[in-house]
């Protein structure tokens, strides 16, 4: 079945930056477009951030276009999310997610916080 497994987070003071990891399996990974979402606390779950299949098309949520850059790397079945000058209201747990399926990872926490 499905599995995704994110890392990467941490706390980190604004105008930071991180990198996330999201490591799948149970699906072939190059066919299908990968997702980051991220939950803060006491908000519903939005979506940052989509790669498709091609590797080259990429969509943004207006608050993070310009700070943030999914890429993804298919010989590992890994999708990255590069975020740069980050500011405390991007402090979430952060979820990678695969096309349609249903699956979600654990989660990898990002705090930004002075």
């Known amino acids: 079945q499905v599995q995704l497994v994110e890392s990467g987070g941490g706390l980190v003071q604004p105008g930071g930056s991180l990198i996330l990891s999201c490591a799948a399996s149970?699906?072939?990974?190059?066919?299908?477009?990968m997702s980051w979402y991220r939950q803060a606390p006491g908000k519903e779950r939005e979506l940052v951030a989509t790669i498709f299949s091609d590797g080259k098309t990429t969509n943004y949520a207006d608050s993070v276009r310009g700070r943030f850059t999914i890429s993804r790397d298919n010989a590992k079945n890994t999708v990255y999310l590069q975020m740069y000058s980050l500011k405390p209201e991007d402090t979430a747990v952060y979820y990678c997610?695969?096309?349609?399926?249903?699956?979600w990872g654990q989660g990898t926490k990002v705090t930004v916080s002075s």
């Open positions: 149970g699906f072939t990974f190059s066919r299908y477009g």
């Open positions: 997610k695969a096309g349609t399926f249903p699956a």
